[in-house]
Protein backbone atom coordinates (compact mmCIF):
# COMPACT_ATOMS: atom_id res chain seq x y z
CA UNK A 1 0.00 0.00 0.00
CA UNK A 2 1.57 3.37 -1.15
CA UNK A 3 2.02 5.87 1.70
CA UNK A 4 3.73 9.24 2.19
CA UNK A 5 6.54 10.09 4.17
CA UNK A 6 8.65 13.42 5.81
CA UNK A 7 12.03 13.04 4.65
CA UNK A 8 14.48 15.14 4.66
CA UNK A 9 15.06 18.37 7.52
CA UNK A 10 12.21 20.83 7.34
CA UNK A 11 14.69 23.20 9.45
CA UNK A 12 18.16 23.56 9.04
CA UNK A 13 19.08 22.40 12.57
CA UNK A 14 16.25 20.37 13.48
CA UNK A 15 16.34 17.11 12.82
CA UNK A 16 13.21 14.88 10.08
CA UNK A 17 10.51 13.08 12.33
CA UNK A 18 9.82 10.05 10.68
CA UNK A 19 6.19 9.66 10.14
CA UNK A 20 4.46 8.67 6.70
CA UNK A 21 0.45 9.47 6.27
CA UNK A 22 -2.41 8.08 4.48
CA UNK A 23 -5.60 9.12 3.69
CA UNK A 24 -8.72 6.74 4.01
CA UNK A 25 -12.68 7.59 3.96
CA UNK A 26 -14.74 4.86 6.52
CA UNK A 27 -18.67 5.23 6.30
CA UNK A 28 -18.64 6.65 9.61
CA UNK A 29 -16.82 9.64 7.49
CA UNK A 30 -19.24 9.25 4.58
CA UNK A 31 -22.30 9.77 6.71
CA UNK A 32 -21.03 12.33 8.77
CA UNK A 33 -19.70 14.71 6.11
CA UNK A 34 -16.39 16.95 5.61
CA UNK A 35 -13.96 14.01 7.69
CA UNK A 36 -11.59 11.93 6.76
CA UNK A 37 -9.16 9.50 8.31
CA UNK A 38 -5.31 9.80 8.41
CA UNK A 39 -3.60 6.87 9.19
CA UNK A 40 0.11 7.70 10.40
CA UNK A 41 2.67 5.39 10.96
CA UNK A 42 6.17 5.92 13.08
CA UNK A 43 8.30 4.30 9.99
CA UNK A 44 11.74 5.50 12.68
CA UNK A 45 14.09 3.62 15.45
CA UNK A 46 12.79 6.12 18.08
CA UNK A 47 9.01 6.96 19.39
CA UNK A 48 7.30 10.03 18.19
CA UNK A 49 4.41 11.49 19.96
CA UNK A 50 1.72 13.10 17.68
CA UNK A 51 -0.37 16.19 19.38
CA UNK A 52 -2.42 17.52 15.93
CA UNK A 53 -3.37 16.31 12.91
CA UNK A 54 -4.81 18.42 9.99
CA UNK A 55 -5.64 18.63 6.51
CA UNK A 56 -4.05 20.43 3.89
CA UNK A 57 -5.09 20.24 0.30
CA UNK A 58 -5.72 22.83 -2.37
CA UNK A 59 -8.93 21.63 -3.22
CA UNK A 60 -10.78 22.21 0.07
CA UNK A 61 -11.05 25.28 3.04
CA UNK A 62 -8.78 24.48 5.78
CA UNK A 63 -10.79 23.01 8.92
CA UNK A 64 -9.29 22.75 12.79
CA UNK A 65 -6.92 20.81 13.58
CA UNK A 66 -7.47 17.35 15.36
CA UNK A 67 -6.16 17.56 18.76
CA UNK A 68 -4.89 13.87 19.43
CA UNK A 69 -1.66 13.17 21.78
CA UNK A 70 -0.10 9.39 21.61
CA UNK A 71 3.17 8.02 21.84
CA UNK A 72 4.01 6.07 18.69
CA UNK A 73 6.23 3.56 19.05
CA UNK A 74 8.63 2.48 15.85
CA UNK A 75 6.65 0.62 13.52
CA UNK A 76 3.18 1.68 15.46
CA UNK A 77 0.22 3.02 13.71
CA UNK A 78 -2.74 5.03 14.35
CA UNK A 79 -5.54 6.72 12.71
CA UNK A 80 -7.11 10.04 13.78
CA UNK A 81 -9.80 12.22 12.05
CA UNK A 82 -9.12 15.09 9.99
CA UNK A 83 -11.69 17.66 8.88
CA UNK A 84 -12.14 19.51 5.80
CA UNK A 85 -13.76 22.80 4.46
CA UNK A 86 -15.96 23.75 1.71
CA UNK A 87 -14.70 22.02 -1.46
CA UNK A 88 -12.81 24.32 -4.25
CA UNK A 89 -13.89 23.37 -6.86
CA UNK A 90 -11.69 25.72 -9.32
CA UNK A 91 -8.51 23.70 -8.17
CA UNK A 92 -7.93 19.87 -7.38
CA UNK A 93 -7.26 18.60 -4.38
CA UNK A 94 -3.48 17.35 -4.87
CA UNK A 95 -1.14 17.33 -3.81
CA UNK A 96 -1.86 17.15 -0.35
CA UNK A 97 -0.62 16.93 3.00
CA UNK A 98 -1.37 15.52 6.53
CA UNK A 99 0.27 18.23 8.90
CA UNK A 100 1.25 16.91 11.84
CA UNK A 101 1.98 18.43 15.57
CA UNK A 102 4.58 16.48 17.37
CA UNK A 103 5.95 17.03 20.93
CA UNK A 104 9.38 16.64 19.74
CA UNK A 105 8.85 19.33 17.37
CA UNK A 106 6.22 22.13 19.61
CA UNK A 107 6.67 25.01 17.77
CA UNK A 108 6.72 23.50 13.89
CA UNK A 109 4.56 21.10 12.91
CA UNK A 110 5.10 18.27 10.12
CA UNK A 111 3.93 18.50 6.84
CA UNK A 112 3.76 15.06 5.55
CA UNK A 113 2.75 14.24 1.95
CA UNK A 114 -0.34 12.45 1.99
CA UNK A 115 -0.86 9.32 0.00
CA UNK A 116 -4.23 8.92 -1.00
CA UNK A 117 -5.25 5.65 -2.48
CA UNK A 118 -7.92 4.54 -4.72
CA UNK A 119 -8.04 8.41 -5.25
CA UNK A 120 -10.18 8.99 -1.73
CA UNK A 121 -9.43 12.91 -1.95
CA UNK A 122 -10.39 13.42 -5.59
CA UNK A 123 -13.84 10.92 -5.12
CA UNK A 124 -15.04 13.22 -2.14
CA UNK A 125 -13.69 16.99 -4.15
CA UNK A 126 -15.89 15.36 -7.37
CA UNK A 127 -18.69 14.63 -5.20
CA UNK A 128 -19.05 17.66 -3.37
CA UNK A 129 -18.53 20.05 -6.65
CA UNK A 130 -21.59 17.56 -7.93
CA UNK A 131 -23.57 18.12 -4.91
CA UNK A 132 -22.71 21.87 -5.03
CA UNK A 133 -23.97 22.00 -8.60
CA UNK A 134 -26.95 20.21 -8.01
CA UNK A 135 -28.02 22.45 -4.84
CA UNK A 136 -27.97 25.43 -7.75
CA UNK A 137 -30.09 23.41 -10.21
CA UNK A 138 -32.49 22.04 -8.06
CA UNK A 139 -32.88 24.50 -4.47
CA UNK A 140 -34.31 22.80 -1.39
CA UNK A 141 -35.40 25.01 1.75
CA UNK A 142 -36.20 23.01 5.08
CA UNK A 143 -38.73 23.89 7.13
CA UNK A 144 -39.34 22.80 10.23
CA UNK A 145 -42.16 23.52 12.74
CA UNK A 146 -41.54 25.54 16.00
CA UNK A 147 -42.24 22.22 18.48
CA UNK A 148 -43.68 18.91 18.08
CA UNK A 149 -47.01 18.21 18.75
CA UNK A 150 -46.48 16.52 21.82
CA UNK A 151 -42.87 16.66 24.10
CA UNK A 152 -42.05 12.83 22.55
CA UNK A 153 -43.31 12.97 18.95
CA UNK A 154 -41.78 13.43 15.82
CA UNK A 155 -41.21 17.34 14.49
CA UNK A 156 -43.37 18.09 11.60
CA UNK A 157 -41.02 19.83 8.87
CA UNK A 158 -41.63 20.45 5.15
CA UNK A 159 -38.98 20.00 2.41
CA UNK A 160 -39.34 22.89 -0.57
CA UNK A 161 -38.23 22.20 -3.49
CA UNK A 162 -37.45 24.80 -6.03
CA UNK A 163 -36.52 24.95 -9.72
CA UNK A 164 -33.30 26.05 -10.49
CA UNK A 165 -31.49 26.12 -13.47
CA UNK A 166 -33.02 22.59 -13.81
CA UNK A 167 -35.40 21.18 -16.68
CA UNK A 168 -37.82 18.16 -16.97
CA UNK A 169 -39.00 16.44 -14.34
CA UNK A 170 -37.18 16.87 -11.00
CA UNK A 171 -37.49 13.55 -8.51
CA UNK A 172 -36.78 14.08 -4.97
CA UNK A 173 -36.13 9.50 -4.46
CA UNK A 174 -34.56 9.47 -0.90
CA UNK A 175 -33.63 11.55 2.38
CA UNK A 176 -31.47 10.55 5.00
CA UNK A 177 -30.70 11.53 8.88
CA UNK A 178 -27.73 11.55 10.80
CA UNK A 179 -26.40 10.48 14.10
CA UNK A 180 -29.04 12.21 15.91
CA UNK A 181 -31.80 12.88 13.74
CA UNK A 182 -33.89 10.32 11.94
CA UNK A 183 -36.06 11.90 8.80
CA UNK A 184 -38.51 10.24 6.90
CA UNK A 185 -41.11 11.84 4.35
CA UNK A 186 -43.63 10.19 1.16
CA UNK A 187 -41.17 9.28 -0.87
CA UNK A 188 -40.48 9.13 -3.72
CA UNK A 189 -42.61 12.71 -4.83
CA UNK A 190 -41.78 14.56 -8.70
CA UNK A 191 -41.79 18.58 -9.47
CA UNK A 192 -42.89 17.54 -13.56
CA UNK A 193 -41.84 19.90 -15.94
CA UNK A 194 -44.63 22.44 -15.74
CA UNK A 195 -44.00 23.01 -12.43
CA UNK A 196 -41.35 24.99 -10.62
CA UNK A 197 -42.21 24.22 -6.69
CA UNK A 198 -42.59 21.03 -4.48
CA UNK A 199 -43.61 20.81 -1.33
CA UNK A 200 -42.75 17.38 0.45
CA UNK A 201 -44.20 16.80 4.12
CA UNK A 202 -41.28 14.83 6.36
CA UNK A 203 -40.99 14.56 10.05
CA UNK A 204 -37.95 14.51 12.03
CA UNK A 205 -37.32 12.30 15.27
CA UNK A 206 -34.52 11.77 17.19
CA UNK A 207 -32.27 8.91 16.29
CA UNK A 208 -30.47 8.92 19.70
CA UNK A 209 -30.54 10.21 23.02
CA UNK A 210 -27.68 8.38 24.84
CA UNK A 211 -25.32 11.24 26.51
CA UNK A 212 -22.45 9.67 24.21
CA UNK A 213 -24.19 10.12 20.94
CA UNK A 214 -25.12 13.63 22.26
CA UNK A 215 -21.53 14.65 23.58
CA UNK A 216 -19.78 13.00 20.56
CA UNK A 217 -21.76 13.66 17.28
CA UNK A 218 -19.58 16.06 14.69
CA UNK A 219 -22.13 16.36 12.24
CA UNK A 220 -25.57 16.45 13.20
CA UNK A 221 -26.64 18.47 10.75
CA UNK A 222 -25.52 16.79 7.50
CA UNK A 223 -28.76 15.09 6.36
CA UNK A 224 -28.27 13.28 2.56
CA UNK A 225 -30.71 13.91 -0.30
CA UNK A 226 -30.88 11.64 -3.23
CA UNK A 227 -32.26 13.91 -6.66
CA UNK A 228 -32.83 12.53 -10.15
CA UNK A 229 -32.89 15.27 -12.67
CA UNK A 230 -34.57 14.17 -16.03
CA UNK A 231 -33.78 10.85 -16.95
CA UNK A 232 -30.27 10.49 -15.44
CA UNK A 233 -29.88 8.49 -12.27
CA UNK A 234 -30.42 9.75 -8.60
CA UNK A 235 -27.27 12.06 -7.25
CA UNK A 236 -26.50 12.76 -3.88
CA UNK A 237 -26.94 15.80 -2.48
CA UNK A 238 -27.49 17.79 1.26
CA UNK A 239 -30.12 19.51 2.95
CA UNK A 240 -29.34 22.86 3.58
CA UNK A 241 -29.70 23.67 7.73
CA UNK A 242 -29.75 27.44 8.54
CA UNK A 243 -28.29 28.68 12.34
CA UNK A 244 -32.22 29.18 12.85
CA UNK A 245 -33.05 25.68 12.03
CA UNK A 246 -30.26 24.34 14.01
CA UNK A 247 -31.20 25.81 17.12
CA UNK A 248 -35.21 24.70 16.50
CA UNK A 249 -33.61 21.24 15.87
CA UNK A 250 -31.43 21.25 19.01
CA UNK A 251 -34.18 22.78 21.12
CA UNK A 252 -36.70 19.92 19.88
CA UNK A 253 -33.78 17.42 20.77
CA UNK A 254 -33.61 18.56 24.39
CA UNK A 255 -36.70 18.49 25.07
CA UNK A 256 -37.82 15.08 23.18
CA UNK A 257 -34.79 13.22 25.41
CA UNK A 258 -35.77 14.92 28.27
CA UNK A 259 -39.69 13.19 27.41
CA UNK A 260 -38.50 10.04 26.59
CA UNK A 261 -35.68 9.58 29.43
Not at 2 to 9: D, F, K
Not at 103 to 132: F, K, M, S, W
Not at 197 to 204: A, C, E, F, K
Not at 223 to 238: C, D, K, M, T
Given at each position: ????????????????????????RSR????????????????????????????????????????????????????????????????????????????????????????????????????????????????????????????????????????????????????G????Y????????????????????????????????????????????????????????????????????????????????
Amino acid sequence: MLSGCASGRDAEDEPAIPLSAEAYRSREDDAAGGRIHVRLTNTGDAPVTVTSVALDSPGFESAPETRREIELGPGNRIDVEAGYGAVRCDTGPEPAYAVIGTAERAATPVRVPLATPYDVLGRIHDGDCAAEELARAVPVTLIPEAAPPEPAAPLPARLVVSRGTASGDIRVDEVGGSVLYALRGALPATMRADEDQLNIDITIDAARCDPHALAEAKKPFVFPLWIAVGSSAPAYSRIPVSEENRRTLTNYLTTTCDARR
